[in-house]
């Protein structure tokens, strides 16, 4: 990382420190704002937020491993959350998978070259009288078919 | 996602203002709020059942100098969106609930463990928030009674099915990995922060708005003797009119099925992956928490699916689900998944699966929490009630490896 990034997310963490205080309560919410910006939670910024907080860094790391929805490792600017739990499953998630992995050329639990698009499992999201379902980013699409899906996954920057 | 307006329903869908409830029970004292719980016989509506009024009570009878009032909002459970629709489309009846609760065991701080899943809702429940405090249904003295101050926060979830365990979730509000606790101590007396905690459903607290207003006696008219009032029905699966439906306890499945127009139904699963299995022979048991329980789930499943299709499917949520921390969860999860496995690909021995099924059993009673208590529910229930169809050439032989 860049000297000058350092400093930006440094910046970034302090500020995120103030926001939702110091104490170990505050943790997941900073978490959770890293990762929405960055789309990951750097090793740097494990170090910087367990400074702060006054932890070991591997309590940070505990923490992001633990949950599905927070990452140590890179992801693209969009993550796609496919549902793959029983009633999605059985109203055609495995055709809307299909489509979608030809259409960007990736599997599920890969990235696009591009950076654009991760591509994930997730389990039920709670649309289970509206599925297939997927979730962009904070977004939820339902009733997808093969054809919808990879026309609403085109659309996005 | 689709908006359904004018739901139908006789307690929780029926006619309610926001704050109705809040002005009533700051002119009642707190015995006399609990006492209306207690005589409505509201049990928690998460699934464990757990009487509503005892749980506020034991909170209101802790001596701290903080308390708190949590609202569970992580509904992970396969086949459960009812919470969803509740925080959509009646969230006032959530929020009342909670004031109320807090009025009535003294916590002035509430929060709403939103689960990740759902951040599209959080920007309006927030905005709805903003409103009541406006309203002075939040803050402080509210809806003038000098004191009364309460107020309440959403935390988001990351995508972790166990943070609907309440002391995972209360872990995780800590900064914690959503672990559960050993218990006891009870978060009535020991929850967030190490302060007595009340963590209650939400269709628990949407309910309580209407208790406080109608009274616990009209409430109880609806349900059974052990179950009394309605609940919420999340319905998916091979039915025409899948959704939310609100119905008195007691119904039978035969009933919800002819409302939700299901055909050619095979089996139902009703509580979610962590629920059981039930054939068409069972289709004259009632939902209630003495014979079929659920925290709200009801799968439907049609002739032409393959039951052990869907055990698998059940399987391999848990296993990815499994918080890893006590060993009958963490291992026994996997075995039975590639049990599920070996049948899939003709690869068993009926000896090895009367071993998988005591596996289970053990399960039930040695892992730490309700996951682990209950994941091996659907993989007994099915290979039981599914028994000729996967292992002995019934359905025609169609689903036998």
Redesign the interface.
């Given at each position: 990382m860049l000297v000058m990034e350092k400093n930006f997310l440094q910046e970034e963490i302090e500020k995120l420190v103030e926001t939702f205080g110091n104490?170990?309560?505050?943790?997941?919410?900073i978490?959770?704002e890293i990762q929405k910006k960055h789309h990951y939670i750097s090793e740097f910024a494990q170090q910087e937020v367990a400074r702060l907080l006054d932890i070991h860094p591997v309590e940070v790391y505990?923490?992001i491993s633990?949950?599905?929805?927070?990452s140590s490792e890179p992801k693209g600017r969009n993550i796609v959350r496919l549902c793959?739990?029983?009633?999605c499953?059985?109203a055609g998630k495995y055709s809307v998978a299909k489509a979608i992995e030809r259409e960007l050329g990736i599997a599920f639990g890969e990235t696009t070259k591009d950076n654009r698009i991760s591509l994930e499992y997730?389990?039920?999201?709670?649309?289970?009288?509206?599925?297939p379902a997927m979730?962009i980013n904070?977004?939820?699409y339902?009733r997808l078919s093969p054809e919808k899906a990879v026309e609403i996954i085109n659309e996005i920057k | 996602?689709?908006m359904k307006k004018n739901r139908q329903g006789a307690v929780l869908f029926s006619d309610y203002t926001r704050g109705k409830s809040i002005e009533k029970v700051v002119g009642m004292p707190r015995g006399d709020v609990l006492a209306e719980v207690k005589e409505s016989k509201l049990k928690g509506r998460g699934g464990a059942g757990f009487p509503t009024a005892t749980k506020w009570m034991l909170t209101a009878a802790a001596v701290a100098e903080k308390k708190y009032i949590i609202c569970n909002a992580d509904?992970?459970?396969?086949?459960?969106?009812k919470?969803?629709v509740l925080l959509d489309e009646y969230p006032a009846l959530v929020f009342d609930g909670m004031v109320i609760g807090g009025y009535v065991t003294g916590a002035h701080e509430g929060i709403l463990y939103l689960?990740?899943?759902?951040?599209?809702m959080k920007k309006g429940l927030e905005n709805y928030l903003e409103e009541m405090r406006k309203d002075n249904l939040l803050g402080v003295n509210i809806a003038g009674k000098e004191g009364f101050n309460f107020d309440i926060n959403i935390?988001?979830g990351?995508?972790?099915?166990i943070c609907g365990e309440e002391t995972a979730l209360i872990e995780?509000?800590?900064?914690?990995?959503?672990e559960p606790r050993n218990k006891p101590p009870f978060p009535v007396n020991t929850g967030f922060?190490g302060c007595p905690t009340a963590v209650n459903n939400v269709e628990t607290l949407a309910a309580i708005s209407h208790i406080v207003v109608k009274g616990g006696k009209w409430y109880q008219k609806y349900g059974t003797d052990k179950s009394s009032g309605s609940k919420l029905f999340?319905?998916?699966?091979?039915c025409k009119k899948?959704?939310?439906f609100e119905l008195p306890w007691g119904t039978t499945i035969t009933d919800l099925l002819k409302l939700v127009d299901a055909d050619n139904v095979k089996a139902v699963?009703v509580g979610g992956?962590s629920g059981v299995c039930i054939p068409k022979s069972q289709f004259d048991r009632k939902l209630a928490y003495e014979d079929a329980a659920t925290g709200g789930s009801i799968?439907i499943?049609n002739e032409s699916?393959d039951m052990l299709h869907?055990l698998k499917?059940?399987m391999?949520?848990f296993v990815?689900?499994s918080?890893g921390q006590c060993t009958p969860c963490r291992i026994g999860n996997v075995k039975l998944l590639e049990g599920v496995e070996m049948i899939e690909s003709g690869n068993y021995t009926f000896s090895y699966i009367t071993k998988l099924k005591e596996l289970g059993q053990s399960m039930q009673v040695a892992s730490k929490c309700g996951l682990g208590q209950s994941s091996p529910n659907s993989f007994l229930s099915i290979l039981e009630n599914f028994r000729d169809e996967i292992f002995n050439n019934g359905n025609g032989g169609v689903n036998v490896r």
């Open positions: 104490s170990r309560s505050a943790l997941i919410p978490l959770q505990s923490v633990f949950y599905a929805f927070l793959q739990t029983i009633t499953d059985l997730t389990n039920c999201v709670g649309m289970c009288d509206q599925g979730l904070d977004k939820v339902t | 996602m689709e509904e992970g459970e396969p086949g459960t969106f919470d969803r689960r990740g899943e759902y951040s599209y935390k988001m990351s995508g972790a099915y995780s509000l800590e900064g914690q990995r959503g922060m999340s319905v998916s699966g091979d899948p959704g939310v699963q992956a799968m499943f699916r869907i499917n059940f391999e949520f990815e689900e918080c």
